[in-house]
């Protein structure tokens, strides 16, 4: 198996502003890139670390290792970007959590609005995140985040501790 070459950007080489339209465009080591995205290599352990920024090809330009270094303007960018392909509702209740067949229906209250997630193995697909709250993912892949779950109120932690 052949190695990867990992291309790390220098921070201060990287320059990230949005066009008219909004799309995200990087000047990047003396290159300038019209559309640019961002990946989380590891979205769920280290969500502002080592972000892949590929062209519109979806060719791979380079690694960011930390955003925090990043200039101001440039890391703010790079944060929004993010935020707006990584979308995570944040749980601000749990007002019910049922099993029927084996499957967990949990209907919520988010700062994005009620959904309700159908979760089958409740220990495969309900995870601590590194700042010590809890990621769920439902079948369908929809993820939703409880930043604290000791900020829950009392029947959100009753109807939580069913399925875990």
Not at 52 to 76: P, Q
Not at 116 to 123: D, E, K, N
Not at 134 to 151: A, F, K, P, S, Y
Request: hydrophobic share 35%; glycine share 6%.
């Amino acid at each position: 198996m052949e190695g990867y070459d990992v291309n790390f950007l220098t921070p201060e080489k990287v320059i990230f502003k949005r066009s008219l339209g909004g799309v995200l465009t990087a000047d990047i080591e003396g290159k300038s890139y019209k559309e640019v995205t961002l990946y989380r290599t590891f979205p769920h352990t280290m969500p502002y670390e080592y972000i892949s920024v590929r062209d519109h090809e979806s060719n791979e330009i380079g690694v960011i290792r930390e955003v925090e270094k990043l200039e101001n303007l440039v890391k703010d960018e790079a944060i929004r970007e993010l935020h707006l392909r990584y979308l995570i509702p944040v749980v601000k209740e749990i007002k019910s959590a049922k099993e029927e067949q084996e499957m967990w229906t949990v209907k919520i209250e988010t700062d994005r609005g009620e959904m309700t997630l159908v979760i089958q193995y409740p220990h495969d697909h309900i995870k601590p995140t590194r700042k010590g709250g809890l990621l769920l993912t439902d079948m369908e892949g929809r993820r939703c985040e409880i930043r604290e779950v000791d900020r829950l109120d009392k029947k959100s932690v009753r109807e939580l501790s069913k399925m875990i």
